[in-house]
C-alpha cells in the first residue's frame, strides 16, 4: 500500500463576514501535497474570499488556516504579521486571474521570475538567470524574450509568466484564482494542459478556485461546491460532477445557471 | 555684512538659528536614528532662511548639533567655495558665532551635499548629509505605506530587480550615485546623493553620519563603526568607479575627480573634486 502523502494545508471552521454579508461560514477542508482541490460556485459563492484568507490577504473571523513548513505546521492567522510575511512568500503562491495583478509589467520577464527568488535571499544573478530561463521554458516562453517587457506579452503569455514567477520558488502550496478567466479558449485550453503538466510533474498541493466546470474537471481531483458561503456538496471531481447530489450542483453541472 | 541672506541683523535669533525647543526635537530624532542605524525617523521639519533646495534636512541637523566649541567645514560637490557652501557657512557663522575652517582634519561637524571628504574621518567628527530623498525604495514603490512594510519586514527583492535589470541591459550594475546600502545587516538606506566612489567610506567609519532630509521630514544615521554594505550578486560584486588620470593640480591617484575645461580649445583636465584635499596636498608638496 501507498504511504498517504504529507497533508499540505487544513482548514478548520473557517468564518469571514463582510458587514453583515457572510461569505465564508465554517469551511473546513484538508489537502495534501500532490493533490488539486478544486472550490466551484457562481461568483459570490465565497470562493474568491475563501482563498484571499488562505492567502494571507483577508484576515478569516474565526477559524484556522494550517499550513506544514518544514518541521511543523503554522497556523497563519495565529502568527504576527512580520512572521507571516516572512512565512508565506516561500511556502505559498497566488496566481491572479488578471496577470496584472501579479506580475511587474515595468520590469522583463527574467526579472518578474527573479523577484521573488531575490527576496527569499538569491544573490548570484547567474543562477538567477539561469533558474528564470528554465521556467520561461518550462511555460513554453521561448528564451530570447526573457529580456522583453512582458507588457507586449499576449494575455495568455502573461498568464504564463506569471505561473513561472509563482512557481519558481518551490512553493509547497499554490493558491489559483481562476487561472483561465479572461482568456479565448483555446489559448484555456493550452493553459490548462500546461497547469496539468506542471502540478503532476513538481507534486505541489493546489488550491483553485473557477466558475467553469470543465477547469475543474480536468485540473481538480477532487472538489467542493460553495453557495453563498457555504459548502454544499464535495468529494472526487468525476464523482461530483458525474453523480452531483445537490440541486444546486445539479444545475451547475447541467450549466442550465449562467455563470 | 551679508546681503545674500534673508536675514536681519536686528532680529534677535536663538544660536545658530533655530530655538531650543525645535534642536531638542531635532537631537531626539537623531537619537532614535543611532539607535537604530539605517532606519528613517520621522521629525517635524521647520522652514529655514534659505531656497528649500539648499538642504534644509542638512541644515537643521547641524544646527541642532552645533555647539559653541564646534568648528565648522561645509563643502558642496567636495568644494568649500562654492556659492551654496559658502553661504551656509556664512550663515551658521552669523547665527551661531562658531569657527569655520576648510580644512577637513580641523572640523568637528562638516556639511556636505554629494561627497565624502578624501581624507579619513575621526571618532571626533561628525559629518552631516544634506538629502534629497532618502527613501531607497522610492523608484520602485511610490506609496509611503508600502515602503514602510518592506522596511519592517525587510523584504528587499524590489531593490535587487533595479540590479539584475542593468546587468541584463547593460552587462553590470548602472547606478554611479546614490548607490543603496544595507546598514548593519538590516535596513536598506540611501546615502543620496554621494558618488558610489564614496560608499566605502561609510562601512566602519570612525565618524558618525547623519542623513537629514527637510522635504521629506527624515533623519537616518550611520553611527561608528557600523557595517554598511552596498548591494551587490555575489558574481557580479560592489566595484567603485576608477580613473584612468590623476590629478592635474596634486597628482593625487585615490581621489574623485572632477573634469574641468581648460580652454575654449576644448582642452580638459582632471583635478581633485576634493577642493581640501587637493590644496593640502600642494601645499604638503611646496613645504618639502
Ligand atoms: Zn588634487
Same mark, same amino acid.
Given at each position: ?259 | ?12 535669533? =536663538?544660536?545658530?538659528?533655530? $530655538?531650543?525647543?525645535? !534642536?531638542?526635537?531635532?537631537?531626539? &530624532?537623531?537619537?532614535?536614528?543611532? %539607535? @537604530? ?26 544646527? =541642532?548639533?552645533?555647539?559653541? $566649541?564646534?568648528?565648522? !567645514?561645509?563643502?558642496?560637490?567636495? &568644494?568649500?567655495?562654492?556659492?551654496? %557652501? @559658502? ?202
Amino acid at each position: 500500500m501507498k504511504p498517504r502523502a504529507r497533508e499540505i494545508l487544513r482548514v478548520e471552521r473557517l468564518s469571514k463576514t463582510f458587514g453583515r454579508v457572510p461569505a465564508c461560514s465554517t469551511v473546513s477542508f484538508s489537502l495534501r501535497q500532490g493533490e488539486v482541490l478544486g472550490i466551484v460556485g457562481e461568483s459570490g459563492s465565497g470562493k474568491s474570499t475563501l482563498l484571499r484568507c488562505l492567502a494571507g490577504r483577508i484576515q478569516p473571523d474565526e477559524g484556522k488556516v494550517l499550513v506544514a513548513s518544514d518541521d511543523h505546521v503554522v497556523d497563519i492567522w495565529a502568527m504576527d504579521e512580520a512572521s507571516r510575511e516572512q512565512f508565506l512568500p516561500t511556502t505559498a503562491s497566488l496566481i491572479h486571474q488578471n496577470p496584472r495583478d501579479g506580475l511587474r509589467l515595468d520590469i522583463s520577464a527574467g526579472g518578474n521570475i527573479a523577484e521573488p527568488l531575490m527576496a527569499a535571499g538569491g544573490r548570484h544573478y547567474g543562477s538567477l538567470r539561469a533558474t528564470a530561463l528554465e521556467w520561461l521554458e518550462k511555460v513554453d516562453i521561448e528564451g530570447w524574450r526573457i529580456d522583453d517587457l512582458p507588457e507586449i506579452f499576449s494575455g495568455g503569455m502573461q498568464q504564463r509568466l506569471q505561473i513561472a514567477r509563482g512557481l519558481a520558488t518551490h512553493p509547497r502550496l499554490v493558491l489559483m484564482d481562476e487561472p483561465t478567466g479572461g482568456l479565448d479558449v483555446s489559448v484555456q485550453a493550452k493553459l490548462l494542459d500546461l497547469l496539468r503538466g506542471l502540478v503532476r510533474e513538481l507534486g505541489i498541493a493546489v488550491v483553485v478556485v473557477t466558475h467553469d466546470i470543465g477547469v475543474a474537471r480536468l485540473l481538480a481531483d477532487r472538489l467542493m461546491v460553495m453557495q453563498r458561503g457555504r459548502v454544499i456538496e464535495e468529494g472526487l471531481t468525476d464523482q461530483v460532477l458525474d453523480d452531483p447530489h445537490h440541486p444546486y450542483t445539479q444545475l451547475l453541472v447541467s450549466s442550465v445557471l449562467q455563470v | 555684512m551679508e546681503t545674500d541672506l534673508a536675514f536681519d541683523d536686528d532680529d534677535v535669533y =536663538s544660536f545658530a538659528y533655530l $530655538d531650543e525647543m525645535t !534642536k531638542r526635537m531635532i537631537r531626539r &530624532a537623531i537619537l532614535k536614528a543611532v %539607535a @537604530v542605524p539605517g532606519y528613517q525617523v520621522p521629525f517635524g521639519s521647520r522652514e529655514m532662511p534659505l531656497p528649500p533646495g539648499w538642504g534644509t534636512g542638512g541644515l537643521q541637523v547641524t544646527a =541642532s548639533l552645533l555647539g559653541r $566649541d564646534d568648528r565648522l !567645514k561645509v563643502i558642496d560637490q567636495g &568644494a568649500d567655495d562654492t556659492t551654496n %557652501a @559658502v553661504s551656509i557657512r556664512r550663515f551658521f557663522a552669523e547665527v551661531s558665532g562658531v569657527a569655520t575652517t576648510e580644512r577637513t582634519g580641523e572640523a568637528t561637524i562638516i556639511q556636505t551635499r554629494h561627497r565624502i571628504p578624501e581624507r579619513a574621518l575621526t571618532e571626533d567628527q561628525i559629518i552631516v548629509f544634506q538629502q534629497p530623498q532618502p527613501e531607497p525604495l522610492r523608484r520602485f514603490i511610490t506609496e509611503e505605506a508600502v515602503a514602510r512594510k518592506i522596511h519592517a519586514f525587510a523584504r528587499y527583492g524590489v531593490m535587487y530587480v533595479r540590479l539584475y535589470e542593468d546587468i541584463s541591459r547593460l552587462g553590470h550594475i548602472a547606478m554611479s550615485s546614490d548607490y543603496p546600502v544595507v546598514v548593519n545587516g538590516r535596513y536598506l538606506a540611501s546615502p543620496s546623493p554621494i558618488p558610489k566612489f564614496d560608499n566605502p567610506k561609510l562601512h566602519r567609519s570612525r565618524a558618525l553620519a547623519l542623513f537629514g532630509a527637510g522635504r521629506e521630514r527624515r533623519i537616518h544615521a550611520i553611527p561608528p563603526f557600523t557595517e554598511v554594505k552596498s548591494l551587490d550578486f555575489a558574481d557580479y560584486p560592489f566595484t567603485v568607479q576608477r580613473f584612468e588620470a590623476c590629478c592635474s593640480a596634486c597628482g593625487a591617484q585615490d581621489s574623485y575627480l572632477d573634469e574641468i575645461l581648460l580652454d575654449d580649445g576644448g582642452r580638459r583636465a582632471f583635478v581633485c573634486s576634493d577642493t581640501a584635499y587637493c590644496a593640502e596636498r600642494r601645499g604638503e608638496r611646496t613645504e618639502s
